[in-house]
């Protein structure tokens, strides 16, 4: 692979799809298909949604079980490095995982040099906690050749600490793959909540942000697509996408300009400017004790 | 003064004005007539903006020294105070704060029963680093007969930490003076980037958000107006204000509503979701290490 020049921007494809509930072959088949096409538009970082591989609806654990796959050994993982080496690109997928007794609702991060990582999400949602273990390997981040990717899954998003610890460490864009379904109190005259949070992690930590949500209803869980790319200032490049279908955003992140602009005037560089000595005398004092 | 019922609304009212530089006087007068105005109507909590005793843009140290006052001896605080315990309402004021050699970007948090309690803002913006000493009180909340009270200040909200940490320690309105200016990478097609920030910490925190900026343009340093109250499910229930002219918004805030819907599903709360276990151990492990 030829290195980027680190003043070319990198072309991200959000790819929103749907995925049929235990299809694995034929939902990494249908990944791959939307992947090559992306490519050859250009695009050199792709995002699939949470569990694409799978679905994400369980009846129950047993049934999880059957679908998930060992990281990154199982096929769907297998297939995806095969496509991400063939294509020159990387990939940033949701996938079921098992290792060992555990499920995980994972993620694979994969590139042209081969297998990279994996993120396993933190943050359970709903009945998630009677299939999944909660994720155990906090929120690595990954140096490519097109810049240092973050990645955490769906309800990570509603925990600024997810997006910080990525951006502390140096992520420059931070992959989400996603289910968002409807949530309790959302303006239906409005954008997605999720859209919000997203707009305001990525201008409060002077990062992207790549969300690629799935679309369609499995065993009556309506989803809601609008995924997104947000520049590091806050503002949406690319979507919201449609609320219903499957559709490929893409765009251009030149991460050397979000470089160059992170400084806002001559003394405030809001990653710098964080107040760790408060914030961590705080957390340390007992503040924790259950008033919420 | 007769508590309020729990399952009474709060009616609080964001104080939109534009304070005269240095007039701190008629300042002050000039809130208490709008005090007066929105308790006519039934606001039992109002919020004013940052510095609005003084005015923002100091020349320099001296002239920022002789227009602070200590807390609570000085004469705005002892202002609003006797005007809070007349109209038996809470009252969270911005203010220029003397103490010893030190000066403080500060608010004071005042009710019927007398002198609550004052926030010094802990994340300095501009040259404010110049005037001012970064706060030292961390962030603070307030047990008042309508509910629990937090505070902070203007570019505190470009911080997660600062609505995280009120929240944890039972906050339920945070109250918020500011001094919004134009910021870098603002999209002139949609509401200001600040009003993003608030939806996105109300709905992460499940808290009420009521945030009263100033309007005017001193010493060529325009203000953005645009005062907002957020419901604790992230929408605006009063707001965005004008950006230009002077406004008070009213909005009635059910704490007890907040409170009973707090928990999204059998299976969430976002606060009793955090996974302090991880993000204690990432902080812990020298993962503040410059990357960014």
Tied chains: 1, 2.
């Excluded at 569990?51 to 609806?57: A, D, F, I, M, T």
């Excluded at 049934?63 to 796959?69: F, H, I, K, T």
């Amino acid at each position: 692979m030829i290195l980027a020049h680190p003043e070319a921007p990198v072309v991200v494809a959000c790819i929103q799809m749907e995925p049929v509930f235990s299809a694995v072959k034929q939902n990494v088949a249908t990944s791959i298909q939307l992947i090559e096409q992306a490519a050859a538009q250009g695009a050199t970082l792709m995002v699939l949604p949470e569990l694409c591989n799978s679905g994400y609806v369980f009846a129950d654990r047993a049934e999880a079980w059957e679908l998930a796959e060992e990281i990154p050994e199982g096929t769907s993982t297998q297939a995806w490095l095969a496509c991400a080496q063939r294509l020159g690109i990387y990939l940033v997928a949701g996938i079921t995982e098992r290792e060992g007794h555990d499920l995980y609702n994972s993620a694979v991060i994969l590139g042209p040099e081969g297998f990279i990582g994996r993120y396993r999400k933190v943050h359970l949602w709903g009945d998630e906690g009677l299939f999944f273990t909660p994720g155990n390997l906090g929120f690595p981040v990954f140096k490519t050749a097109i810049g240092t990717l973050g990645c955490h899954i769906c309800y990570d998003s509603w925990f600024p600490e997810s997006f910080r610890l990525a951006a502390l460490q140096g992520a420059e864009i931070i992959c989400i793959p996603t289910n968002w379904v409807p949530i309790p109190g959302q303006d239906p005259k409005r954008e997605a909540m999720a859209n919000i949070l997203l707009m305001a992690a990525a201008h409060s930590n002077s990062v992207f942000v790549a969300a690629a949500n799935r679309v369609g209803t499995e065993r009556g869980q309506p989803f809601i697509g609008q995924s997104v790319v947000v520049s590091y200032t806050g503002w949406p490049v690319s979507g919201p996408a449609s609320a219903d279908d499957p559709q490929t955003l893409l765009a251009e992140l030149n991460l050397a300009d979000a470089r160059r602009h992170r400084c806002w005037n001559d003394f405030n560089q809001v990653l710098k400017d964080r107040r760790s000595d408060v914030y961590d005398h705080m957390l340390g004092s007992g503040i924790q004790a259950g008033h919420y």
